[in-house]
């Protein structure tokens, strides 16, 4: 098993925040991304966030959004669409839409609306 699945959430956000505000985004729009990813309400998120929920925790608990197999590129050098591990690949599509959000993309393509 990975270390980063017994990691809790709350110790990656501040970076995930951090990224984003450095290019100009918003903590509104990073958890606008995570609750679509994740199906996560917005008290939901910040109870999890309180609750040192680790990763493997926060996506077991997670209604995957049916459109995050749009999802794909790489993160890590690593394809996303390629990650064999279903929990990583979940992480992975987080680590994706952050990426996406800090460079800039309007937030219907970061979250793949038509």
């Not at 990691?7 to 450095?22: C, D, L």
């Not at 996560?40 to 990763?55: K, P, S």
Request: proline share 4%.
């Amino acid at each position: 098993m990975s270390r980063v699945f017994t990691m809790p959430v709350a110790s990656v956000y501040p970076h995930y925040v951090n990224k984003v505000e450095k290019k100009g985004r918003t903590q509104a729009e990073l958890d606008e991304v995570i609750e679509w990813l994740t199906g996560y309400d917005d008290a939901q998120l910040q109870a999890r966030l309180a609750d040192g929920t680790t990763f493997e925790e926060f996506f077991a608990g997670a209604r995957l959004n049916p459109n995050s197999s749009l999802i794909t590129g790489v993160v890590c050098g690593v394809r996303v669409e390629d990650v064999e591990d279903p929990l990583m690949q979940k992480i992975r599509y987080l680590d994706k839409l952050v990426d996406e959000l800090a460079k800039g993309k309007p937030m219907a393509k970061v979250l793949r609306t038509q």
